[in-house]
């Protein structure tokens, strides 16, 4: 089954070993670093705690807020023209929200009042052309009842 590799060596050609080159690193000198000594030093505070424990730090100063500055003074002109320009544009926006809402309406009862009359000569159209019900052949009958007027009232 299988080829018989006993009576075969192997043959091995030249074998060349590449070894990789070393790539060297860019030298990048270190920063140095700059001492910046504080204007004062401040004195060091030492607290012994009640079970005998001594904490040693530096004793800071809090922090004063800058004073809030002044807000410049509005006139009641510019006030005033604001507040109208606000008024001008919700009056406007009303407005427009009013056309669209009676344009609407004017739709839907035109629509409804197309609707009845569908509905309405359908009703109609039923009664003319369906045929009574005695067994005509044919066309539409209409039974009329001579009438009798008396003394201005109508008799039928």
Do not use: W
């Amino acid at each position: 089954m299988y080829p018989d590799t006993a009576n075969h060596a192997p043959t091995i050609g030249a074998v060349e070993v590449h070894q990789p080159t070393p790539i060297t690193p860019l030298a990048v000198p270190a920063p140095t670093p700059v001492v910046v000594q504080p204007n004062g030093i401040p004195a060091v505070a030492s607290i012994v705690l009640p079970d005998g424990r001594i904490v040693t730090g530096y004793a800071v100063a809090s922090v004063q807020p800058e004073p809030i500055a002044a807000k410049p003074a509005i006139s009641r002109a510019a006030v005033n023209i604001a507040l109208g320009g606000v008024g001008f544009l919700a009056v406007c926006g009303g407005l427009l929200l009013l056309t669209s809402f009676i344009a609407a309406l004017a739709a839907l009862i035109q629509q409804l009042i197309i609707f009845a009359a569908v509905i309405f000569g359908g009703f109609i159209a039923i009664q003319v052309f369906r045929g009574n019900d005695h067994g005509s052949k044919g066309g539409n009958t209409f039974h009329i009842r001579k009438a009798v007027f008396k003394r201005n009232h109508f008799n039928g």
